[in-house]
T-cell receptor, first 109, second 116 residues
Framework: RKEVEQDPGPFNVPEGATVAFNCTYS??????FFWYRQDCRKEPKLLMS???SGNEDGRFTAQLNRASQYISLLIRDSKLSDSATYLC??????????FGSGTRLQVQP | DTGVSQDPRHKITKRGQNVTFRCDPI?????LYWYRQTLGQGPEFLTYFQNEAQLEKSRLLSDRFSAERPKGSFSTLEIQRTEQGDSAMYLC??????????????FGEGSRLTVL
């Protein structure tokens, strides 16, 4: 079983739509959680951290459910520029970050 | 530009040859990571350094792979006796302790390896 599971997509949504991605993880020792964004043929970049209480950054909302071991990312009012792959990422102590395979989002005009 | 730089950007080699990649991290970052990424997959961890010390290696890392960071600045990743399955994008990332706790790794643009 993979340590981090994500639906690969693609999620094809029209501009302005709301879209949500989920990610499940198997390592209960995971302590920190993040979403990264990777544009086509580019390097991954940190999008936002994920906290148990939930957190919001503009149109992006992230949630963590430790009991069920899943993380979500909600994007409201999708823009064409949101088209990318969204990577679910876990951290555990001093260990290197573990990346999921990503969910591809395509926002269409 | 003071970002993470990797060299070469592209490498085509024949099976059985050795290849070496270099990574220059952001200058004030003491942590340096190597990841590998294939099409449709996320970055897969290979190894990481804090200063010159190699603190973690993936259990999946073949003994054909070796990495060094001799002076705690740039790093090299060598693959010996390359196989077609080694074809991938090799990503280097750097960070500092504070940045790591916030989850922020700064990636280079990667070195793409094609093994024929």
């Amino acid at each position: 079983r993979k340590e981090v599971e994500q639906d690969p997509g693609p999620f094809n949504v029209p501009e302005g739509a709301t879209v949500a991605f989920n990610c499940t993880y198997s390592n209960s020792a995971s302590q920190s959680f993040f979403w990264y964004r990777q544009d086509c043929r580019k390097e991954p970049k940190l999008l936002m951290s994920v906290y148990s209480s939930g957190n919001e950054d503009g149109r992006f909302t992230a949630q963590l459910n430790r009991a069920s071991q899943y993380i979500s990312l909600l994007i409201r009012d999708s823009k064409l520029s949101d088209s990318a792959t969204y990577l679910c990422v876990l951290g555990e102590g001093r260990r290197a970050l573990t990346f999921g395979s990503g969910t591809r989002l395509q926002v269409q005009p | 530009d003071t970002g993470v730089s990797q060299d070469p950007r592209h490498k085509i080699t024949k099976r059985g040859q050795n290849v070496t990649f270099r990574c220059d991290p952001i200058s004030e970052h003491n942590r340096l990571y190597w990841y590998r990424q294939t099409l449709g997959q996320g970055p897969e961890f290979l190894t990481y350094f804090q200063n010159e010390a190699q603190l973690e290696k993936s259990r999946l890392l073949s003994d054909r792979f070796s990495a060094e960071r001799p002076k705690g600045s740039f790093s090299t990743l060598e693959i010996q006796r390359t196989e077609q399955g080694d074809s991938a994008m090799y990503l280097c990332a750097s960070s500092s302790r504070d940045r790591v706790s916030s989850g922020e790794l700064f990636f280079g643009e990667g070195s793409r390896l094609t093994v024929l």
